[in-house]
């Protein structure tokens, strides 16, 4: 069944989580978006005729029943305090540095109050979306963008959120691989097409291994190989460590 959902903000996330929700022909739902970012908002209505521009950020509100706040978190509280959100609204909060406890204080009383942690893949309809507390409305509504998961802790989600820090510096490794290949003879597309096709059988290979653990397959090296080989070599570097440490401050500015 057909939802009405209103999204106040119109950024990278929002564009996602509204492609995702059209993809492949699937119109079911009316889609209202805030006019805040005029360009973006008019390309996604341009693109899908669900979808429709409101006038502002209180008429899509008037015209939605699920409302996902998807601004800016330092412009947050000037732009979603003036609003009147109704006591049947069904709102998702998309702002990593904001708590509920606070965003209800500026919107009232509402029939339920989630936060979210989706992601650009969710226009692909992959990858995982988080969501505290674990809401069976929420997550069948959602379900089709991606995998769920549902936590009623938001410090576990705090955690899950940081992890998601790390997706830029994936793509950074990522590039600076392929540069590498490049320098030692590759074209572009030859060293960008084999590594990403390698990195994404290596996830897909972790995801359904069915031995044990994640430690065990990352041990799972023939002595003195090249795989062993790069491996001390990035441990006597302290290169994963690396990894680890940047997850600690994200964690800390989100628990803050």
Partial sequence: MGRDIGFIGTGVITSALVTGFCSGGDLEHRIYLSPRNALRAAQLADKFPNVTVAGSNQEVLDRSEW?????????????????????????????????????????GKTRTLVHMVPLPFASRRIGPIAICPNNRDVAELFAPLGEIVGVDDM????????????????????????????????????????????????SFQARHYQEGDLGCLA??????????????????????????????????????
């Fill in 67 to 107: 409302v996902v706040l998807a601004v800016v978190p330092k412009c947050a509280e000037e732009i979603i305090r003036p609003l009147s959100f109704r006591q049947d609204h069904r709102v998702i909060n998309l702002m990593s540095d904001r708590k509920l406890a606070e965003i209800a204080r500026w919107i």
């Fill in 219 to 256: 041990g799972e090296m023939t002595p003195g190989g090249l795989n062993e080989m790069a491996v001390r070599t990035i441990e006597e570097q302290g290169g994963f460590e690396l990894w680890v440490r940047a997850l600690d401050p994200v964690l800390a500015r989100l628990r803050k």
């Fill in 155 to 202: 410090r576990e989600i705090q955690v899950l959120a940081a992890i998601t820090g790390l997706m830029s510096t994936y793509y950074t490794f990522l590039w600076e691989v392929v540069k590498w290949g490049e320098r030692e003879g590759l074209s572009r597309k030859e060293s960008t097409d084999y590594t990403t096709a390698f990195f994404e059988a290596l």
